[in-house]
């Protein structure tokens, strides 16, 4: 189907070059767009016979050869093997065949780029909407989420992860193109720009990445960008989130992307959630809890040993309790933060570095104690 604000625009713009008229028909043989506006509405007989038949085109020699219809030569217009309507171009058909040549391949090649733009305003449209469902509605409609994922070819078979990048400044289309480019990015894996200095990717893992929490194969697919971003010299931390196969709980791996992004005080290029699993833990039980659990510690010990034990809980924290990454986040000597932890440990009885359930309550003394401010 030819829209007839299309065939009123090309007919403007060819007609600036010519003093032919030129004529063009929908599929119902009626002229949708001419030079000679009292032609428009009007039926014509032998662009019906071309758009519901088989010739490619029919030439007029006299104004009475069918009603409605004066000399010249009309010719189908195709798009992707249909016949959508058809171009005429009224005078001696002698004289006006080049010119009708030209004007059909013209209006079909204008055609196509119109589908295709069509399309893609269709596609980021579609694309927009997918975004706001998956991010920013926590019980979306999940027909609504299939249908709009199947139209866009998105596959809810794959397990995915969000990887949440803050750009500090702006630039987050300028990364996301890096991203992109990235030869282990795929077209399953779904991508949008959030703002100026925040962009999303779902990236897809495979089965066989869940031993490591998907590390190695989240650093292969940010190494090349990451090289890239250090290049241009923009300054980025990827913050990746939780494991999710169905569209309905994307938003829920999202939020940890964001929760990492607030909890995150010292600049990294990737922070992993699952690191974090027991600080979330900590972070999302109610402050009133924590007060029942911890408000004798509060008060037996100073703030200066407080204040010590949050900033060596959120270094080791970050660095995985890892000592020596620790000592770098935190910008003190590997021994010096030896001694803080045996202050800790001779304060709370607490050996973090061998014991999983110290670790935890580490964790969420810390998180007690920053949420109090």
Same mark, same amino acid.
């Given at each position: 189907m030819i829209e007839a604000a299309f065939a009123r625009k090309f007919v403007e713009q060819?007609?600036?070059?010519?003093?032919?008229?030129?004529? +063009?028909?929908?599929? =119902?043989? +009626? +002229?949708i767009a001419s030079r000679d506006p009292?032609?428009?509405?009007?039926?014509?007989? %032998?662009a019906y016979r071309i758009v519901t038949g088989s010739e490619e085109f029919v030439v007029t020699t006299k104004e009475g050869d069918y009603p409605g219809v004066l000399p010249g030569i009309n010719q189908v217009i195709m798009l992707d093997g249909k016949r959508e309507g058809v171009v005429g171009i009224t005078g001696n058909p002698e004289e006006v065949r080049p010119i009708a040549l030209i004007t059909k391949m013209a209006v079909e090649a204008m055609l196509k780029f119109e589908r295709q733009e069509e399309k893609l305003r269709l596609r980021f449209s579609r694309k927009d909407r997918f975004f706001n469902l998956l991010t920013q509605v926590e019980h979306a409609d999940v027909q609504e989420l299939r249908t709009i994922a199947s139209d866009l070819q998105y596959s809810e078979k794959l397990c995915r992860?969000? +990887? @949440?990048?803050?750009?500090?400044?702006?630039?987050?289309?300028?990364?996301?193109?890096? %991203?992109k480019a990235n030869r282990l990015h795929t077209s399953e894996d779904i991508?949008?720009?959030?703002?100026?200095?925040h962009l999303l990717v779902f990236k897809t893992i495979g089965p066989d990445s869940f031993s490591d929490g998907g590390k190695g194969e989240i650093e292969a697919y940010l190494?090349?960008?990451?090289?890239? #971003?250090?290049?241009?010299?923009?300054?980025?931390?990827?913050?990746v989130g939780s494991f999710q196969r169905a569209f309905s709980q994307y938003y829920y791996g999202y939020r940890h992307c964001k929760w990492l992004e607030e909890q995150t005080r010292r600049r990294e290029k990737i922070v992993y959630f699952y690191d974090r699993l027991p600080s979330? #833990?900590?972070?999302?039980?109610?402050?009133?809890?924590? !007060?029942?659990?911890?408000?004798v510690y509060e008060k037996q010990l100073d703030e200066k040993f407080l204040q010590e034990f949050s900033e060596v809980a959120e270094g080791l924290i970050a660095a995985n309790y890892n000592l020596v990454t620790a000592? !770098?986040?935190?910008n003190v000597h590997k021994n010096t @933060?030896?001694?803080? @932890?045996?202050?800790?440990?001779?304060?709370?009885?607490? =050996? %973090? @570095?061998?014991?999983?359930?110290?670790?935890?309550?580490?964790?969420?003394?810390?998180?007690?104690?920053?949420?109090?401010?």
């Open positions: 060819i007609t600036q070059y010519t003093e032919y008229n030129i004529n +063009i028909m929908n599929e =119902n043989g +009626i +002229i009292r032609r428009i509405g009007t039926f014509h007989e %032998v992860v969000p +990887i @949440l990048c803050k750009v500090r400044g702006a630039g987050a289309a300028s990364v996301l193109s890096l %991203v991508s949008f720009t959030v703002d100026e200095s190494k090349e960008p990451l090289a890239r #971003i250090g290049d241009a010299r923009l300054d980025c931390t990827f913050f979330y #833990i900590a972070s999302i039980m109610p402050q009133s809890e924590l !007060q029942r659990i911890f408000n000592a !770098q986040k935190l @933060l030896i001694y803080r @932890l045996k202050k800790i440990r001779d304060a709370l009885g607490l =050996n %973090v @570095l061998e014991s999983a359930g110290n670790r935890f309550f580490m964790e969420a003394f810390y998180w007690y104690l920053l949420r109090r401010e």
